[in-house]
């Protein structure tokens, strides 16, 4: 008697490499677009590109970090390692806002206290 | 909140920003084994993404003005990363989107494939033909069991 399978349903999934599966909250992702009050409804499939888009930039500004820790000669990826990948590279300039380059130890204190009450260390 | 500080003079913001394990798998995923992230610095990475997310709308969001519509779509976004110089990400985020489509697609097939072609009658005619085969299986075993059974026989 030939074995006949239970289910024909089950459809084999695609082999091979796993495409990049959303790995954000697409929803999530979309109410911080819509946190600028001038941006108006965004579809859905913006959403997605935009989600793809921010794990692709992680990556990138991952990387550009920790090659500055590794040229640095240190095993621990810290601020100023970011803090340089944004200062040499030109697409992340509009980061410098929020991660200025490193200061010397007291301007970086006088304006650390400046924007938030200092934290022992 | 006290680890959180105001990035601008505008409205504060709430606190929405992007699940940290994601973050934090992302980011190890692409550290080499010999690094490590620290937290703080995990968390100032979730920012920057954050900021590149406004960065990306607002511009999808011109772009969608130009146009005179009203909903940002995909192709605002593929406009606004070209743009802004991430015009590199463009064929990754093509493919992942056209990927996810694909799967979607399958997903949705898979699910609505519940007709074999098979009739019910045939259908419960193979089950009952398993259940009968599954039977037997377990009626042989219970032969086998008691035939191997641990107990020594009792020899006069």
Redesign the interface.
């Known amino acids: 008697?030939s074995e006949?399978p239970?289910?024909?349903?089950q459809?084999p999934e695609?082999a091979g490499p796993t495409?990049?599966?959303?790995?954000?909250?697409v929803g999530?992702?979309k109410?911080?677009?819509r946190?600028?009050?001038?941006?108006?409804?965004?579809?859905q499939?913006?959403a997605?590109?935009?989600t793809?888009?921010?794990?692709?930039?992680?990556?990138y500004?991952?990387?550009k970090?920790?090659e500055n820790?590794?040229d640095d000669g240190?095993?621990?990826?810290?601020?100023k390692?970011?803090a340089k990948a944004v200062a040499d590279n030109?697409?992340l300039m509009?980061?410098e806002?929020?991660?200025p380059p490193t200061l010397p130890p007291r301007q970086a204190s006088e304006a650390k206290n400046k924007?938030?009450?200092p934290a022992d260390p | 909140m006290?680890d959180d500080?105001e990035?601008?003079g505008g409205?504060a913001?709430?606190d929405?920003?992007?699940?940290k394990a994601?973050?934090a798998?992302?980011?190890n995923?692409?550290?080499?084994p010999?690094?490590?992230?620290?937290k703080?610095?995990r968390d100032?990475?979730a920012?920057?993404?954050?900021?590149?997310?406004?960065?990306?709308?607002?511009q999808?969001?011109e772009q969608?003005e130009k146009e005179a519509r009203?909903?940002?779509?995909?192709e605002?976004?593929?406009k606004a990363?070209e743009e802004?110089?991430?015009e590199s990400?463009i064929p990754?985020?093509q493919?992942?989107?056209d990927?996810?489509l694909?799967?979607t697609k399958?997903r949705i097939?898979?699910s609505q494939?519940?007709d074999?072609?098979?009739t019910p009658e045939e259908l419960e005619e193979?089950?009952a033909?398993?259940f009968a085969k599954a039977r037997a299986r377990m009626h042989s075993k219970d032969l086998t069991a008691e035939g191997a059974g641990g107990e020594p026989s009792a020899s006069g």
């Not at chain 1, 946190?35 to 579809?43: F, T």
């Not at chain 1, 240190?74 to 601020?79: D, I, M, Q």
Request: proline residues 5%; negative net charge.
């Open positions: 008697m006949t239970i289910s024909a349903t459809a695609a495409p990049t599966k959303v790995p954000f909250p999530r992702v109410t911080i677009m946190e600028d009050k001038e941006v108006g409804p965004v579809a499939e913006a997605l590109a935009v793809y888009a921010t794990e692709i930039f992680l990556q500004l991952a990387e970090s920790f820790t590794r240190r095993k621990v990826l810290g601020y390692d970011v030109v697409e509009f980061l806002d929020i991660i924007a938030a009450p | 006290d500080y990035t601008g409205a913001e709430e929405l920003s992007l699940p994601t973050v798998k992302l980011i995923e692409m550290m080499p010999d690094i490590v992230c620290a703080e610095t100032l990475i920012e920057c993404c954050v900021e590149f997310i406004h960065l990306i709308s607002s999808a969001n969608c009203k909903t940002i779509a995909g605002h976004v593929i990363l802004l110089g991430f990400y990754e985020v493919e992942a989107y990927d996810h694909k799967t399958e097939k898979g494939k519940k074999t072609g098979l193979m089950q033909a398993l």
